[in-house]
DNA sequence: TTATCATATGAATAACCGTTCATATAAAAG
DNA sequence: CTTTTATATGAACGGTTATTCATATGATAA
């Protein structure tokens, strides 16, 4: 019996368990993405900026600092990776966060601060 | 009436609220940390692997791909974030995911690739 | 149409980060 | 103790990315 490194309870099973329950290689990458979208402070002031509602471009770059050109490279970030979503409203465009997966996310980011498990 | 940009409703107002609801600096750079460690490929395999239950680092190492160095290197982004845990059994390290928290953005992640709102 | 206002985009630089290779630690077995 | 096995760490290279500046687009108002 000389094949097991881990002595516990099948652990080889659950390697191939976990290779079959593995999501595929354009899924992570996809969610990759997503998650590195979130993960600059930057973008993360937006999107508690959005957790009130939605708000025009400017009025974004007032609420989180920076200036307007950085906002916009943030925004079109955020939403090529379907975090938030826009609609135009007369001269401004309007951004809000996509929808609920999101909202859920951020509070559980927020929970995860002052988690002590 | 010059002093308004947005046409649409009290924006002005929300960009007051979105002021006093915005997390401190601290807390931002934080979940920005721990959304970048989510964020890598290569860390969200080792995180869907661990999905199933506990594994050691060779096991994990397996179940991933890459050798044995990377994997360690990124264990410790994970742990480092509070993302992942450790215990010891005999010769072997044993990781497994944190805490409900994590479970839930991971399954909120998989849920929004296939959601077209 | 022309001018103006709001937003978007391209290029470039500077900072950051993942992987690799080589090596270190630390527990367990002999 | 010494050796072996499992895991961790440090330094360095290569690739990625956020910001800035300058400019472009595109809707609206005049």
Do not use: W
Not at 18 to 47: H, Q, T, V, W
Not at 54 to 64: F, K, Q, R, S
Not at 72 to 90: A, C, E, F, P, W
């Amino acid at each position: 019996m000389h094949d097991k490194i881990c002595e516990s309870v099948d652990h080889q099973k659950r390697v191939q368990q976990a290779l079959l329950s593995m999501p595929c290689e354009d899924d992570i990458n996809l969610m990759g993405y997503r998650f590195k979208a979130l993960s600059e402070p930057s973008r993360l002031k937006i999107l508690f900026a959005l957790e009130g509602g939605e708000l025009c471009v400017e009025h974004i770059t007032e609420a989180v600092g920076g200036n307007q050109s950085a906002v916009s490279h943030q925004l079109k970030t955020l939403k090529d990776n379907r975090i938030i979503k826009s609609r135009r409203s007369g001269k401004n465009i309007l951004y809000s966060i996509s929808d609920n997966h999101v909202l859920i996310m951020l509070k559980m980011a927020k929970e995860h601060l002052n988690c002590n498990e």
